[in-house]
């Protein structure tokens, strides 16, 4: 009989006054793959740190290796054996790979000969197909190199729940089948069990024993994989289906070209005017190396980009106010949370377009007028520490329509977002698109990308691998894409 790794029993906790998770109940055993799906994200942060750290519950009991670590009335101060891999590295960057594995331990060693050192790296390595020396740091690692590294490091060090957060927002079709091998051998051959959060349950039906469906904060649906249906999972997401389908499709571009990108081996690709393009890249490769386009040439660009972007035949880098830039989780790093609502939608407008905009009392207060009546009382914030999530990205996006840039560049836009989040990223990007604004964006999975594109352009190796117009997206399936 399998051991019970993880068990949460009737679970209730409150944060800041707001409940996150409801009488959550399911448990976890040795080499179990757990898909847990979010509709609308609520308790997935809190559901992940409780698993990693012990903390009191508001009612219920979570249990791990058997023994009551949490409950109502309290919990043990012993941090749970457990990781996280998501899109934020969680290795030593100031060390190499064999120093990180040896002497990070409590019980590591004072004295090594070096030479041995980096032998028992390659053999800790070697069983998964990775050929590491050990002196790697963590910033020569591609983005899944690095994942493997720290499902492998978590093993070695004894962890029994790994936590897999969105892997398909920051690896390709490719990286993320090499992924789920490795999940599947750890599974099998050493009991790790697994919690893989993610959007789509055809992402995890390959490799999940058990799928879950979290709701309001509480599940909703806990079935093996291979009882749920096609229909169950309709059934469970149907309002989010219903939205997404009345969602307006956009309407065919005019053929008029609005910028370019350029890279080498004759690499060569226009936007039109008034689209929405969606470049999918298959290998992760090429997409950063666009997003450095975009920077060359300033304080922040360490060499010269391989690609090139123009834009009505203006090298981007030169001419900022012809385009803006959306990155990928932009809540954490785009706004400044000690400045208001107000300063923070207006910051690029006022340096740029209105350099004369702090001077004058009636133009903020007719800026802050009119948004009011968009986002409501919201307006009036003196800072961002209070607002939700739905609140800052609704702040960026009205920034951008603000800014009224030609192209706007939007890298994974949908990465921490629940099916209901998604709903409202679309309907950002629709409205942008009304107001002639064209958006290009940059992704590695296509997530619900394709409900507002026009065009679909799959990347491969520094080339343009496939274009598909909307009638033909179903064939990007064939790539191992999850197509709804």
Same mark, same amino acid.
């Given at each position: ?54 903390? &009191?519950?508001? !009612? ?103 936590? /897999? ?18 999940? !599947? ?27 879950? /469906? ?47 990108? #350029? ?5 060569? =690709? ?7 393009? /969606? ?110 999530? #739905? ?80 009638? &033909? ?7 191992? =894409?999850?197509?709804?």
């Amino acid at each position: 009989m399998k051991r019970e790794i993880l068990s949460l029993r009737h679970v209730c906790l409150s944060r800041d006054g707001e409940e996150q998770l409801s009488e959550v109940t399911f448990s976890l055993y040795e080499g179990d793959v757990l898909g847990l799906i979010s509709l609308d994200n609520q308790g997935l942060d809190a559901l992940v740190e409780l698993v990693l750290h012990n903390r &009191r519950l508001d !009612r219920g009991h979570l249990f791990f290796a058997e023994k009551e670590v949490s409950s109502y009335l309290g919990c043990t101060a012993k941090e749970n054996k457990a990781a996280v891999v998501e899109s934020v590295s969680h290795l030593i960057p100031a060390l190499n790979l064999a120093d990180m594995f040896f002497f990070a331990k409590k019980k590591g060693p004072l004295l090594v000969h070096r030479a041995k050192l980096n032998r028992q790296i390659r053999m800790i390595f070697e069983p998964y197909g990775m050929k590491l020396t050990g002196a790697e740091y963590p910033d020569q690692l591609s983005a899944l190199d690095r994942c493997r590294v720290e499902i492998i490091k978590a093993k070695t060090f004894g962890c029994k729940v790994i936590v /897999v957060r969105e892997p398909s927002s920051f690896l390709s079709a490719g990286e993320l089948a090499c992924l789920h091998l490795l999940i !599947r051998k750890l599974a099998a051959e050493d009991g790790i069990a697994c919690m893989y959060l993610c959007n789509h349950h055809r992402e995890v039906m390959s490799v999940c024993s058990r799928l879950a /469906v979290m709701y309001a904060g509480t599940v909703v649906l806990n079935k093996a994989s291979a009882a749920v249906t096609e229909r169950m999972m309709s059934v469970v997401s149907e309002d989010f289906i219903k939205s997404i389908t009345g969602l307006p499709r956009p309407a065919a571009p005019a053929a008029e070209p609005l910028a370019t990108i #350029r890279g080498k081996n004759g690499f060569a =690709l226009t936007v039109f005017k008034g689209e929405c393009l /969606v470049l999918l890249d298959l290998d992760n490769k090429t997409i950063p190396r666009i997003a450095d386009a975009l920077f060359a040439r300033t304080p922040f660009a360490a060499r010269r980009p391989e690609y090139r972007v123009f834009i009505d035949g203006t090298e981007a880098y030169r001419n900022p106010l012809l385009w803006s830039f959306i990155p990928a989780e932009p809540a954490g790093r785009t706004l400044f949370y000690d400045l208001s609502y107000i300063d923070n939608l207006t910051l690029k407008n006022s340096s740029r377009k209105l350099p004369h905009f702090w001077l004058f009392k009636r133009y903020r207060a007719h800026v802050c007028g009119e948004y009011r009546r968009i986002v409501g009382d919201v307006a009036e914030s003196g800072n961002l520490y209070q607002l939700g999530q #739905r609140e800052l990205y609704e702040l960026i996006y009205l920034r951008a329509g603000l800014e009224r840039p030609k192209v706007l560049f939007i890298v994974q836009p949908f990465i921490g977002m629940g099916m209901y989040q998604r709903i409202r990223i679309l309907e950002y990007i629709s409205q942008l698109r009304r107001a002639g604004i064209t958006v290009v964006i940059l992704a590695v999975s296509l997530s619900d990308s394709l409900q507002a594109a026009s065009r679909l352009i799959l990347l491969q190796d520094g080339r343009i691998e496939k274009e598909l117009p909307p009638e &033909r997206f179903d064939q990007a399936a064939s790539y191992g =894409l999850v197509v709804r």
